[in-house]
């Protein structure tokens, strides 16, 4: 079992940057796929990012892609969202998820982190 914990959330002008970290306890880490979603006040839970369990292949959402860049440390236990030229409506609550490679959904997840982009 995995257990997630996100931190690196905050108040930012738009156009700046954040560094999102999501530390996992567990030694079955460094084998599962990770992945970062966010919501939003109002809105369903949206899917943002994903990284492989080798660190390999990402893939991203498209109002994201090329500003946003997903990353892990094995050795650290640990995967990044960094976030630049943030926009106001990347404003959400920013969740880090993890899966068994091939699963359908993610049964892992963390308590969340608050991005608030000010225009």
């Known amino acids: 079992q995995v257990q997630l914990v996100e931190s690196g959330g905050g108040l930012v002008q738009a156009g700046g940057s954040l560094r999102l970290s999501c530390a996992a306890s567990?030694?079955?880490?460094?084998?599962?796929?990770m992945g970062w979603f966010r919501q939003a006040p109002g809105k369903e839970r949206e899917f943002v990012a994903t990284?492989?369990?080798?660190?390999?292949?990402?893939s991203y959402a498209d109002s994201v892609k090329g500003r946003f860049t997903i990353s892990r440390d094995i050795a650290k236990g640990t995967v990044y969202l960094q976030m630049n030229r943030l926009k106001p409506e990347d404003t959400a609550v920013y969740y880090c998820?993890?899966?068994?490679?091939?699963?359908?959904?993610?049964?892992?997840w963390g308590q969340g982190t608050q991005v608030t982009v000010s225009s």
């Open positions: 567990g030694r079955t880490f460094s084998t599962y796929d």
């Open positions: 990284i492989n369990w080798s660190g390999d292949k990402t």
């Open positions: 998820s993890g899966r068994i490679p091939g699963a359908s959904s993610y049964p892992y």
